[in-house]
């Protein structure tokens, strides 16, 4: 009984925050979101990644190695994914992979993990965050946009924040009491801040295929979880930090690939991105509370 308890304390607050989200979206379809993606772009993701990875007891082998475990995860969803686009007759599958290969480990994977793990889930998934928004910027500009802009990654504050955190973790510095303090409390109104909007978006978004979004996001969903326990189980990983890597990998379509392809994509394409996302994140609801259960009881 002890995890169902558990299970519930982890996952409602994620899906309470979301639904407060979701009712304010639909009371006012006109409530503007640009602060909260502009806050989290700038300076919330920033202080996330910087408070989760130095201030949470990871070591730098821990950063570097689950770093490295989700890219081979990323790489192995694009391996399913492609062939997977092919077979539902996708266009323009270059511009339709991002969803398939990006989770939504930021808005969903973080609290869910922190609930889970604590701090030390926190750091961890952070480790896995920060690649995901360093290839948001790089290989999903790259992919929507089907060129390559050295800018974006110029102007792009949490890859400074990455850069950062690791050289605080390499060199096994300790920042001062008020940076951990301020970076902690950005966190968690970022974290608010980004369910809600999840809440919020999901009353915009529309599916338009939905065959072709069924499709995409089972593969998400299923292959995602999958390809986690193999990558637990081929590098011999256990404890907490595999529960995350587990929970992380069963993420559904991330918002930001909507917000990247909006810019650098044509509608349709953005259309097709937009359905799979609906459709994983309702799927998740079901999906995740059993990846939960399974990492609580295996993993902890």
């Known amino acids: 009984?002890?995890?169902?308890?558990?299970?519930?304390?982890?996952?409602?607050?994620?899906f309470f925050v979301i639904g407060i989200g979701y009712y304010l979206g639909k009371k006012n379809p006109k409530i503007d979101t640009t602060f909260i993606t502009?806050?989290?772009a700038n300076i919330g993701t920033p202080a996330m990644v910087i408070y989760a990875v130095t201030s949470t007891g990871i070591t730098f082998d821990i950063f570097k190695n689950y770093f490295w475990y989700y890219l081979i995860a990323i790489v192995a969803f694009a391996i399913v994914g492609v062939p997977t686009l092919y077979l539902i007759k996708t266009k323009d599958i270059i511009r339709e992979l991002p969803p398939l290969i990006f989770p939504n480990t930021g808005n969903m994977g973080v609290p869910i993990c922190l609930f889970a793990y604590g701090t030390e889930g926190l750091g961890v998934s952070a480790s896995i965050t920060s690649l995901i928004i360093l290839f948001h910027f790089t290989l999903g500009v790259f992919l929507a946009d089907r060129k390559f802009n050295f800018n974006v990654i110029i102007k792009n504050p949490p890859f400074y924040a990455i850069l950062?955190?690791?050289?605080?973790?390499?060199?096994?510095?300790?920042?001062?009491?008020?940076?951990?303090?301020?970076?902690?409390?950005l966190m968690y109104a970022t974290i608010f801040l980004i369910l809600m909007s999840l809440g919020i978006a999901l009353t915009r978004l529309k599916v338009f295929s939905?065959?072709?979004?069924?499709?995409?996001?089972?593969?998400?969903?299923?292959?995602?979880?999958?390809i986690g326990l193999l990558l637990i189980y081929y590098f011999n990983l256990s404890g907490f930090?595999?529960?995350?890597?587990?929970?992380?990998?069963?993420?559904?379509?991330?918002?930001l690939n909507y917000l990247v392809g909006s810019i650098y994509s044509?509608?349709?394409?953005v259309d097709s991105?937009?359905?799979?996302?609906?459709?994983s994140t309702i799927m998740s609801f079901v999906t995740i509370p059993i990846v939960v259960y399974f990492a609580l009881r295996f993993f902890s």
Request: hydrophobic share 55%; charged share 10%.
């Open 1 to 14: 009984m002890s995890i169902y308890i558990k299970l519930f304390e982890v996952l409602f607050p994620v």
């Open 164 to 185: 950062f955190s690791a050289f605080i973790l390499y060199n096994e510095l300790t920042l001062p009491t008020v940076v951990i303090n301020t970076t902690e409390w």
């Open 210 to 226: 939905f065959k072709k979004a069924i499709i995409s996001s089972l593969t998400r969903m299923v292959i995602g979880p999958f």
């Open 266 to 269: 044509p509608k349709k394409i």
């Open 38 to 40: 502009s806050f989290a």
């Open 241 to 255: 930090a595999a529960g995350v890597l587990l929970i992380q990998c069963s993420m559904p379509s991330a918002v």
């Open 273 to 279: 991105v937009a359905s799979t996302i609906v459709v």
